[in-house]
């Protein structure tokens, strides 16, 4: 009796996993159907299951029991098929919907990838025009105002324009 509560609790391991796949979201209702139908043939399966395994280790030799643990017997190997069908429907499902997320995620990904190259390109304009407006221009006026004058034809009458008011501005 011992093998057979543990085939009963497992039996009822089964049952609860087929309503909660059954029960999931997202899955397409002929699939719940499909699974809905196999938890009722297991089901069935189970009761009958349970009284023939029962009244055999009680070693009842009868020929009606031998006919019904026959026919557990077809019924065990068409669930098995079933369920074998459903989990390569939903398995196929499965890597149909991870190759979608999959191709969506590499969409975003060079997207923000190009995202991310116009802002590093747009900040580094942005720095060299800084630095050519504020630093290399100042510096290349005063070094040709400075060969001028060492050539000897500067005007020494001649100022450097200062756009500053800070402490390098005066």
Known sequence: TEVLNSAQV????VAKA????A??????????????KVLAQYNDFNSLARSVYVRMAQGDQDKAVADKASQLGRQSA???KELQGLTEELGQALKTALTDISSST????????????????CA???????VRRFISKPIQDTVAMIKDIAQGEGDLTRR???????EIGE
Not at 18 to 21: A, K, N, P, V
Not at 23 to 36: C, H, M, P, S, V
Not at 124 to 130: D, E, K, N, R
């Open 10 to 13: 497992k039996g009822e391991e």
């Open 18 to 21: 087929l309503q909660s796949i």
């Open 23 to 36: 029960a999931l979201a997202g899955i397409a209702a002929d699939k719940k159907n499909g699974f809905e």
């Open 78 to 80: 068409a669930l098995e």
């Open 106 to 121: 590499k969409r975003q990904r060079y997207s923000n990838m190009f995202v991310f190259l116009g802002v590093v390109i």
């Open 124 to 130: 580094t304009l942005f720095v060299s025009w800084i």
């Open 160 to 166: 450097l324009k200062v756009q500053s008011n800070d």
